[in-house]
């Protein structure tokens, strides 16, 4: 692992800490299960205090690997809503619950933007969040009828926030002047962020779980990243210690272009949507300004001055996401 990627997983684990929560049922609530905390967040955004929600798969757990336990089995048997992807390969252990179940179908039904059948852009994309909103708020709104006019003020609340997200986002791309910098992503997991963004992805190292990679992939990765002028590798944090970090930090090492860590869900259960997607953001903004200050090489120059571009790289990366982090934390106030 590089020292770039080093310290932005430092800094990521510093600014973003765990934060593990027990959700309390109460008799008097809609109680809401999903699947993963990103979708967790949006029902407590659209419910409010009129409902309790809590997630199957822990923060600190890859979905991709997850297994469910007993428990997980009997928070869906009791829940008033239960909310997932529908493409999780552990959905069909979890059996029957949820006087209603919002599952893929629904989404698509309801009109979200996805492409290349990428599950990820139920929650990664966030113009589809105001989608997502709307047909949580109708089925809390099914399930407790009284409570209908509540539901939906919630949901018109969140979907103003998504705006100002919007906004927000398009300034930092602009202020910062990322625009349309080439990336390669270790796996497919980011895709729907970076056409968020606008940040053109040139390759992709890791296309679905069931293909294996080997040194052709990372051979013609490698030549990617030289010849289209790469800035930044995207890597799940949650994949770090396995293939998809592994991999990067091999491709970071031979070319010398740095590693990002981005999160595939909230890094704590108090966080909400937005300060998940800006968190991210902020660390790809900072990435990408320390790179692109940095003067293009021959690859040849890259080997020979690794050590100093590693150094000059990591120092910019620091004040970059710190400044970020403070304007975010401004913002918030």
């Known amino acids: 692992m590089t020292g770039i990627a080093i310290i932005i997983l430092l800094l990521n684990l510093i600014i973003f800490p765990q934060v593990e929560t027990i959700s309390i049922i109460s008799q008097n609530k809609v109680r809401v299960t999903a699947t993963i905390w990103a979708l967790a967040s949006i029902a407590?955004?659209?419910g409010g205090e009129k409902v309790d929600v809590t997630a199957i798969v822990p923060l600190d757990s890859d979905p991709h690997q997850y297994s469910p336990k007993p428990s997980d089995i009997e928070l869906v048997r009791?829940?008033?809503?239960?909310?997932?992807?529908?493409?999780?390969?552990?959905?069909?252990?979890?059996?029957?619950?949820?006087?209603?179940?919002?599952?893929w179908n629904d989404w698509v039904d309801a009109g979200i933007e996805v492409e290349n059948e990428n599950p990820h852009?139920?929650?990664?994309?966030?113009?589809?969040?105001?989608?997502?909103?709307?047909?949580?708020?109708?089925?809390?709104?099914?399930?407790?009828?009284k409570n209908i006019d509540y539901y939906f003020d919630k949901a018109r609340e969140f979907k103003r926030k998504i705006d100002d997200l919007n906004t927000w986002a398009r300034g930092i791309v602009s202020e910062m002047n990322i625009n349309n910098v080439n990336i390669v992503l270790a796996a497919s997991?980011?895709?729907?962020?970076?056409?968020?963004?606008?940040?053109?992805?040139?390759?992709?190292?890791?296309?679905?779980?069931?293909k294996t990679q080997g040194p052709v992939d990372i051979v013609r990765v490698g030549e990617s990243l030289r010849k289209f002028n790469v800035k930044l590798i995207i890597v799940s944090i949650a994949e770090r210690e396995g293939d998809e970090g592994r991999l990067a930090a091999?491709?970071?090492?031979?070319?010398?272009?740095p590693i990002a860590y981005l999160y595939p869900s909230p890094r704590s259960s108090n966080d909400d949507y937005v300060e998940f997607i800006k968190y991210n953001i902020a660390i790809i903004a900072g990435a990408l300004t320390a790179s692109l200050s940095l003067k293009v090489k021959t690859f040849q120059e890259e080997v020979n001055l690794k050590s100093l571009y590693l150094?000059?790289?990591?120092?910019?990366?620091?004040?970059?996401?710190?400044?970020?982090?403070l304007m975010l934390q401004r913002a918030s106030k």
């Open 44 to 46: 407590r955004e659209v």
């Open 78 to 103: 009791s829940c008033d809503l239960f909310i997932c992807i529908g493409k999780e390969e552990f959905i069909s252990m979890l059996g029957e619950g949820g006087r209603i179940r919002l599952e």
């Open 121 to 145: 852009y139920i929650w990664l994309y966030p113009p589809n969040m105001k989608i997502i909103a709307e047909v949580i708020a109708k089925a809390l709104a099914t399930i407790d009828p």
């Open 189 to 210: 997991h980011f895709e729907p962020l970076m056409k968020y963004l606008k940040l053109p992805i040139i390759d992709v190292l890791i296309r679905g779980e069931e």
């Open 250 to 257: 091999q491709l970071s090492e031979d070319t010398g272009i």
């Open 311 to 325: 150094t000059l790289s990591t120092a910019l990366l620091i004040v970059s996401i710190l400044i970020l982090i």
